[in-house]
């Protein structure tokens, strides 16, 4: 059974930076499309970056420049660093993953394409 675990969530001052982490059992996390989103409070779940299986990294373009993924293969993890956070990012943030998909493209963005998703970690800047 699939479990996508997340932490690192917290609360910090705009302009800080956190790194949250989230950590695949289950399965053979290399054939798997890993991806971070987040949802604010009335808003849509919206897409953050993800890695797939042959390690491709995509960011959502608004995403770009201050958040950061990366992974660690060893421990079946999957970063998220996130820089110069502003109040807007303030949200909960989950880990998805689906079996077998890209990050290339713009299919990845779609959260009803994750099959697998963690509880989440709030993130709140203020």
């Known amino acids: 059974q699939v479990q996508l675990v997340e932490s690192g969530g917290g609360s910090v001052q705009a302009g800080g930076s956190l790194r949250l982490a989230c950590v695949m059992s289950?399965?053979?996390?290399?054939?798997?499309?890993v991806a971070w989103f987040r949802q604010a409070p009335g808003k849509a779940r919206e897409a953050v970056a993800a890695?797939?299986?042959?390690?491709?990294?995509a960011y959502a373009d608004s995403m770009k420049g201050r958040f950061t993924l990366s992974q660690d293969s060893a421990k079946s993890a999957v970063y998220l660093q996130m820089d110069s956070l502003q109040p807007e990012d303030t949200a909960m943030y989950y880990c998805?993953?689906?079996?077998?998909?890209?990050?290339?493209?713009?299919?990845?963005?779609?959260?009803?394409?994750?099959?697998?998703w963690g509880q989440g970690t709030q993130v709140t800047v203020s």
């Open positions: 998805a993953a689906s079996a077998r998909r890209s990050a290339k493209g713009i299919l990845w963005l779609i959260p009803e394409r994750y099959n697998h």
């Open positions: 890695v797939d299986g042959d390690g491709h990294i």
């Open positions: 289950g399965t053979d996390h290399s054939d798997y499309c």
